[in-house]
């Protein structure tokens, strides 16, 4: 496990927050359950059948007696969540409508964190994002000042780190979003002991190609600068102009960036999507994420092609949100 790890889960254990995975039977999930709680990291809380979760855990061949499981089905605060549930949503759902609603396990679970019962959530092992994300919007929901929640991956790689955003969420952000997301990332970026130096990327380096796509970059730049002025924030570039110190010396020598970016924004989730995979698939990077950044509280998304070592990341990460 690399340094960074190591470091997140130091700080994890020494809260011991109660983390919720709606997805209790998965296999995945249980493994990384059992080993979180074995070494003293976390208190996870499975959502689903008890007998279910133990019957699972058993063909597994491991032990999740210790584990804290609760069924919808029969949660003795079934009753104040589902209050808790219509007063936020205002009056967009009946009480009757929230009882259902408060069954599928992944509302249950955004309730469970919206209330305190958890400092987070993790899912997406066997549901798609749609799924993990609209009840963190429609309960948690975004902070004050940010509308829209963004997706970023941790690029790790030995000792580097690297932000790439938005790679989940928004498939063609504008120039208000752009920025948004530049300087949700760079919190993101702080969390996990990176110094942000955010690039706000595209085809063109400073003027070197206009249109609208271009000029569009231009503008979230200006605006992320107003947004966060202590924060260096630069663009546009070319990923090669931000990254590369010879480079940026010939392309944008007057850049405070000076080829150090260390947080990239992608100008659209086409690019970004494009681009993780690539440093991921064939410059040997490990991609930890979906981080979605923006919400009150942490809520991630799993990929469902995950394993048990990505459920396990994934959760440090989020408890390590919560801490933030």
């Known amino acids: 496990m690399s340094d960074m790890f190591t470091d997140i889960k130091e700080q994890v254990r020494s809260a011991n927050p ?19 709680k074995a070494e003293g990291v976390m208190n996870p809380l499975l959502i689903g059948s008890e ?20 069924d919808p089905e029969t949660y003795e605060g079934m009753d104040a969540l589902i209050d808790a549930f219509v007063e936020r949503r205002k ?60 997706g970023v991956f941790v690029m790790v790689k030995n000792d580097e780190r690297y932000i790439f955003g938005d790679c989940a969420i928004n498939i063609a952000p504008d120039a208000d979003d752009l920025a ?76 405070p960036l000076k080829g150090q970016a260390n947080t990239f924004i992608f100008p659209s989730l086409e690019a970004g999507n494009i681009g993780y995979k690539i440093a991921q698939r064939m410059g040997g990077y490990e991609a930890i994420g979906p981080i979605l950044q923006g919400l009150n509280k942490p809520v991630n998304d799993l990929s469902r092609g ?5 459920v396990y990341k994934l959760a440090l990460i989020t408890a390590m949100q919560g801490l933030q």
């Open 51 to 70: 007998e279910d979760v133990l019957a699972k855990a058993k063909s597994l061949d491991v032990d999740a007696s210790g584990l804290t499981i609760l």
């Open 306 to 310: 995950c394993n048990q070592e990505d």
């Open 180 to 255: 948004e997301t530049a300087v949700e990332a760079a919190k993101t970026a702080e969390v996990f002991g990176i110094d942000p130096k955010v690039a706000m990327l595209s085809f063109s380096t400073k003027g070197s190609a206009k249109s609208e796509e271009t000029e569009r970059v231009v503008e979230a730049t200006k605006k992320a600068q107003e947004k966060a002025p202590d924060v260096t924030v630069d663009g546009e570039f070319q990923f090669d102009a931000a990254f590369v110190a010879s480079v940026a010396e010939k392309k944008a020598p007057d850049s």
């Open 91 to 150: 009056g967009k759902n009946t009480r009757e409508q929230a009882a259902d609603i408060l069954k599928q396990p992944n509302y249950f679970g955004t309730m469970l964190v919206y209330t305190g019962e958890a400092t987070g959530l993790v899912s997406g092992a066997a549901h798609s994002t749609g799924d993990t994300v609209r009840p963190a919007l429609q309960i948690i929901k975004t902070k004050e000042g940010v509308k829209k929640t963004s």
């Open 18 to 36: 109660t983390l919720v995975f709606p997805e209790g039977t998965d296999e995945r999930i249980l493994e990384a359950a059992v080993r979180l």
